[in-house]
Each structure stands twice: as structure tokens, then as C-alpha cells.
Nanobody, 124 residues
Framework: QVQLVESGGGLVQTGGSLRLSCAAS????????MGWFRQAPGKEREFVAA????????YYAASVKGRFIISRDNANDTVYLQMNNLKPEDAAVYYC?????????????????WGQGTQVTVSS
């Protein structure tokens, strides 16, 4: 079984920063990409950022581009999301996801494994 465990969420003031981590454990699996999604109360889950595992190519939602940075540590099987200049509208549960084979990094349905989520709260 594959497990993705997110950490690093919490409460931060507007303009502050947080770094989320997602560590993979369990059985070894190949991955095409890792992504971050978020879901606020009453809203659908939305794409935030993704990184292709072998090339390191990155992809961002327009709402976070220039403020968030996704990165990976291949040796430690971990993906990070550095979130800067946080806004109240960034508040949500953030989920890490893994895609095993090539598909659209923007679509949540194309990911194969998911973490349990970590809460990010931004106070104004």
C-alpha cells in the first residue's frame, strides 16, 4: 500500500508563509507526477501545483503563480509546497496526490494516490 502523509499546515496571518510537505511511504511505486490540490468549505477541490517527477517541470494555478513554489526531494521521496504571501482565499485543506502514469496534471481524477490533507488557515 502507498501512503502519502502531508504536514506543515497551520494558522498564519495574511502575508505570511507556510511550507507543506508530503512524504511517500509504503510499497515502492513509480510516479509520473506529484500534485497539490486544495478544497475550501463549500467548494470543489481545485488544482494548486504539480511537478513532474523525472524532469522537474512545474505547473501552477493562476491564483498561486508567483507566490507558491512546488519542489521535490527524490532521495527522500518528498514533495514540498512553499506558500508565500498567503491570502485569506488560500485557506483550505491541502491535499497531496501522486500520479503513476502520464495524464493531465491539472485533473484530480487522473491522480492515483491521495494523502489525508492538512489544514491551512489564513487570518486577515
Amino acid at each position: 500500500q502507498v501512503q502519502l502523509v502531508e504536514s506543515g499546515g497551520g494558522l498564519v496571518q495574511t502575508g505570511g508563509s507556510l511550507r507543506l510537505s508530503c512524504a511517500a511511504s509504503g510499497r515502492t511505486f513509480s510516479r509520473y507526477a506529484m500534485g497539490w490540490f486544495r478544497q475550501a468549505p463549500g467548494k470543489e477541490r481545485e488544482f494548486v501545483a504539480a511537478i513532474k517527477w523525472s524532469s522537474g517541470s512545474t505547473y501552477y494555478a493562476a491564483s498561486v503563480k508567483g507566490r507558491f513554489i512546488i519542489s521535490r526531494d527524490n532521495a527522500n521521496d518528498t514533495v514540498y509546497l512553499q506558500m508565500n504571501n498567503l491570502k485569506p482565499e488560500d485557506a483550505a485543506v491541502y491535499y497531496c496526490a501522486a500520479m503513476v502514469y502520464s495524464n493531465s496534471v491539472y485533473r484530480s481524477n487522473d491522480y492515483h494516490y491521495w494523502g489525508q490533507g492538512t489544514q491551512v488557515t489564513v487570518s486577515s
